[in-house]
Every structure is written in structure tokens, then in C-alpha cells.
């Protein structure tokens, strides 16, 4: 199984961005899948998690009302909308199952800078 995020980026605090992850050779749309972030020095915490058919979402505290989970099951497709983002923000996000049970992709980096 192979997972590949994008859409990261660098923006100005505020501003959004729209992340991807394509995942390859996968039962995808039986699995609860998440979101996950590592800041710089700091260890991975958990962002958002959506059930198989994303009738069900989650959202840390930090991000509610900011971030929104999505997922398009024909196109083995997990998103993840981030708006007003800040400063706080800034790392590099993953997706997995939730626990993680697949290899990690490399990521996509978020930088909310001024």
C-alpha cells in the first residue's frame, strides 16, 4: 500500500490550503482513515478522522471549525481542508489509518509564515 500527500504549501496566517492523499492497492473505503501532523521538534499528534463512508468525523480541539476531513472513496481520495490557518499549523502532514497500520508517505509540508 502506498500513500502520497500533497497540496501542502506556504501561506500567510489565515490563509488555506487543500491537502491530498492517494492511496494505492488498498480495501480504502472499509477503513476509518486520519489525518496526522509532526511539527518541527515536537512529536506527531492526530488532526481529523473520518469513518469509511464519512458519515462520522473527528477533529482535535486545536483545529475544529478550521480543518474539515473529506474522503471520495471512487478515487481512493482522502482530503483535508485547512482554513485560518496559523502559526501553530506549521508541519508536515501524513495520513493513515487510524491507529496507523500502513507505511508512512513522505508527507506534505505546511508553513504558515508571515
Known amino acids: 500500500v502506498q500513500l502520497v500527500e500533497s497540496g501542502g504549501g506556504s501561506v500567510l496566517p489565515g490563509g488555506s490550503l487543500r491537502l491530498s492523499c492517494a492511496v494505492s492497492e488498498f480495501t480504502f473505503d472499509r477503513y476509518f482513515m486520519s489525518w496526522y501532523r509532526q511539527a518541527p521538534g515536537k512529536g506527531g499528534e492526530l488532526v481529523a478522522t473520518t469513518t469509511s463512508d464519512c458519515s462520522g468525523t473527528w477533529y482535535r480541539d486545536s483545529v475544529k471549525g478550521r480543518f474539515t476531513i473529506s474522503r471520495d472513496n471512487a478515487k481512493y481520495t482522502l482530503f483535508l481542508e485547512l482554513n485560518s490557518l496559523n502559526f501553530d499549523d506549521t508541519a508536515v502532514y501524513y495520513c493513515?489509518?487510524?491507529?496507523?497500520?500502513?507505511?508512512w508517505g513522505q508527507g506534505t509540508q505546511v508553513t504558515v509564515s508571515s
Open positions: 493513515n489509518t487510524p491507529p496507523p497500520t500502513l507505511s
